[in-house]
């Protein structure tokens, strides 16, 4: 997929830029989580610093949460505005009610959440004008909303030149080519329906699927196995129907849990057993491709992480070039200083998925080269 990327002959000094960023990151006790090296925020800071270099003046653009289209203060992105501020070393004002300060070249601010306008989710195009007008260019860098058909992923490419930033264009590429063989595909997580896509479009293409999870279970089920715990509160019966028809398709080179680590009175598995951490570590260890998504137990609690800290442990050694994406998993693997062991740590998690499901991103198509 060619993207349109910017050149000097776009942004020149004083060049107004919209730099829509995902800096949706999760905000504990006041204070933005920048998750580490490969954190959405430090990953965000390379495009923001060759558009200074340029002499641009930027109104960096992101979303946070969910606030529904109504104010919230728990959702304002002022505690970001402080990382960048920290990061950058220079101030970044948060800008309220689109009233962006005179920006010298080189400065830059941020607005505020652009959720808490309705418009923003409902891809209305007179919020993307009222956007719009406070730029010359726009740029996306911001590959973990393009799944969102959105105003500032989507409409907002109507009404000014719009480019890629390098971000985007370096998880695009990465992503295309993300099937070397031994391909080896690690699912955990809890829902099915969200996994479906990239089983259908990945699993013709592995050679092994390694499930864990609540995932893992619903197709433990559907297999007839006996459980410590059944059913879970987030299986359904149609899922169940679904699990069987992809036992029957990809039965083969599906590889689940042998053992469990079950709480029958919490009613809960926590975790894969040790048994099964030893089979998927002697899977990884011949793979030379391997695709990531989902924690294997729950990694909330101290009984339920021991898995997925074993799994990634494997892949942060092993020779196998490794992708993984999603806010979680990132931060996860922080915690764990095992970030530096993977090939690519998307800042996608639903856009990556979607991505490698072969769908058509809104973000992406907007960007395309014609
Ligand atoms: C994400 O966290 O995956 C992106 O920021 C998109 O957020 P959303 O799922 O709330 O649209």
Known sequence: MQLRTWTSKDIKAGTRVFLRIDANVPIKTGKAQDGGALGRISQALPEIERLRKRGARILLASHLGDPGGKLDKQLSLAPVAKVF??????QVPLVRDFQ????????????????????????????AWKLAKLADVYVN????????????????????????????????????????????????????????????????????????GGLAVTFLAAAEVELPVYPLPLMQTHDLTVARKLL???????????DLIAKPKQHLVADIGPETRDAFTGVIAKAKMIIWNGPLGIIERSDGMAGTLAVAKAMSKSRAQVITGGGETVEFLDQHKLLKGFTHVSTGGGAMLAFLSGEHLPGLEALRRV
């Open 85 to 90: 501020e920290h990061r950058l070393k220079r």
């Open 100 to 127: 962006a300060p005179e920006l010298k070249p080189g400065e830059l601010c941020l607005l505020e959440n652009l959720r808490f306008d309705a418009g923003e989710e409902k891809n209305s195009d007179s919020y």
């Open 141 to 212: 860098n911001a590959f973990g909303v393009c799944h969102r058909r959105h105003a500032s992923v989507h409409a907002i490419t109507r009404h000014l030149p719009s480019f890629a930033g390098e971000l985007i264009v370096r998880e695009v590429a990465v992503l295309t080519q993300a099937t070397t063989k031994p391909f080896v595909l690690i699912m955990g997580g809890s829902k099915l329906e969200t996994k479906l896509g990239i089983l259908n479009k990945l699993g013709p293409k592995a050679d092994k699927i390694l499930l864990g």
């Open 248 to 258: 029957r398709q990809f039965g083969h080179k599906l590889v689940l849990p042998s």
